[in-house]
């Protein structure tokens, strides 16, 4: 069994800056990528950003310049500064994690989500 917890949503106005966290926990024998998606009603989720083990990272267009993803392995916890933020950046926050138990095959875990809005 692994717990992924999202923190650090809220609400900020536009132009503004929030951290996002998430941590996995259980029996966990090694996470790869870790990553973060976001979501509004009616549309798909979609990727905001994603970092692998060794600190590769990948980014949507639309967080480039603004988003910096960072992870912390000794913890396996991933972290998403946003800065610049936008009302369209407004969405529920999912946290992703491929992660690998004693089996040694890979399973991918969701966190419950975390709000973020951004007023104008």
């Known amino acids: 069994q692994v717990r992924v917890v999202e923190s650090g949503g809220g609400s900020v106005q536009a132009g503004g800056s929030l951290r996002l966290s998430c941590a996995a926990s259980g029996s966990i024998f090694s996470i790869n990528t870790m990553g973060w998606y976001r979501q509004t009603p009616g549309k798909q989720r979609e990727l905001v950003a994603t970092i692998t083990s060794g600190g590769s990272t990948n980014y949507a267009d639309s967080a480039k310049g603004r988003f910096t993803i960072s992870r912390d392995n000794a913890k396996n916890t991933v972290y998403l500064q946003m800065s610049t933020l936008k009302p369209e950046d407004t969405a529920v926050y999912y946290c992703?994690?491929?992660?690998?138990?004693?089996?040694?095959?890979?399973?991918?875990?969701w966190g419950q989500g975390t709000q973020v809005t951004v007023s104008s």
């Open positions: 992703n994690v491929k992660w690998r138990g004693s089996s040694r095959f890979d399973y991918y875990s």
